[in-house]
């Protein structure tokens, strides 16, 4: 993967490790401005800029897990990229990227993600005892252990 996108030369600049992951799992690389990841049932992609910041900001592989895409162009000019759970998404013209993950995301991408209701999120997933919530450009989406994910969005 590191040869076709162009080793250092590429974006993600120069090696800073050897290859590293759990054996039958997975496999890792990290790079000056990156990672590339794979598995058997994932292949390989890499995360990198903004978007590492962002994966490693939100727990990395432990909370949004393997990568399943490079990163995603959206017509309206934004960028996604989907993890075995959770998404990263970067609005147009912003220079954040923001984390969602497990039900929450699945809710979001289900209503037709930064195309629906509730806009492009501004905000990454927040966790505490009362549940999870994130921040759109049109409102908000939680959940609670009581009342599941909830939309409030206009």
Not at 26 to 55: C, M, P
Not at 72 to 81: A, C, N, Y
Not at 104 to 117: I, T
Request: hydrophobic share 30%; glycine share 16%.
């Amino acid at each position: 993967r590191y040869t076709r996108l162009g080793r250092e030369g590429s974006k993600l600049g120069m090696p800073t490790s050897g290859i590293w992951g759990e054996a039958g799992k997975y496999r890792g690389g990290s790079y000056e401005n990156g990672i590339i990841l794979w598995s058997k049932d994932t292949g390989a992609h890499h995360v990198k800029g903004l978007f590492f910041g962002a994966f490693s900001d939100a727990g990395g592989r432990k909370r949004l897990g393997l990568p399943m895409t490079d990163l995603i162009d959206t017509k309206d000019g934004g960028t996604r990229q989907r993890f075995t759970h959770g998404t990263l998404y970067q609005p147009p013209r912003s220079t954040e990227v923001f984390a969602l993950w497990g039900a929450l995301d699945e809710k979001y991408r289900d209503m037709g993600g930064a195309s629906s209701r509730c806009g492009y999120p501004t905000s990454s997933m927040v966790v505490d005892d009362a549940g999870a919530a994130a921040a759109f450009e049109n409102g908000s989406i939680t959940s609670t252990h009581a009342n599941g994910v909830q939309v409030h969005c206009n």
